[in-house]
């Protein structure tokens, strides 16, 4: 095992029956082969509880970690279509809307682009379906169509007529 295990892990460490690396090139549990050997290790309630809780704490940690940019992206795919608002993205962050808008500038970014950049990829994939440009600028929020139109075009230097064709 490497000397970046987590603090909390030595605690467990001699209850389990197998090896675990930690740090490598993915984000996940490497076993050793003579686990395989073993009766399952999941049915030992004691060590299925210490794994699950090791695997909580790694988790809560890259979710605490991910950037406001990323968070706010999720936010916006999961309500799509009916996205929130400057200020609700930032009350669902516990944030003032000024605080979400200097976050957003520290990571070169603003909450009209990732409106724009979730928007733009959701227009793909209804081009991709094949509903008019009408129906999907309805469905994305836009006033008209060619509001619409002039965004995409802007962000993929083609039409969505154009890119549909392609």
Do not use: W
Not at 98 to 121: G, H, Y
């Amino acid at each position: 095992m490497s000397d970046s295990k987590p603090a909390h892990f030595g605690d467990i460490e001699d209850k389990i029956p197998f090896a675990i690396r930690f740090n490598s090139l993915r984000n996940c549990i490497y076993m050793d082969s003579s686990c395989l050997q073993l009766s399952n290790p999941a049915e030992d309630p004691g060590l299925k509880t210490l794994l699950l809780q090791s695997l909580k704490q790694q988790s809560d940690q890259r979710q605490a970690s991910k950037s406001y940019r990323y968070r706010i992206r999720e936010i916006m795919e999961t309500e799509a279509p009916n996205y929130p608002n400057q200020e609700q993205v930032a009350e669902r962050l516990n944030l003032s809307k000024r605080t979400l808008a200097r976050k957003l500038q520290s990571e070169n970014s603003s909450f009209t682009k990732l409106l724009d950049e979730v928007r733009m990829e959701q227009a793909e994939r209804y081009l991709a379906q094949g509903l008019t440009i009408s129906e999907i600028s309805n469905r994305l929020g836009y006033e008209s169509s060619a509001s619409f139109i002039n965004l995409f075009k802007k962000h993929t230097g083609r039409t969505p007529t154009e890119y549909r064709k392609e």
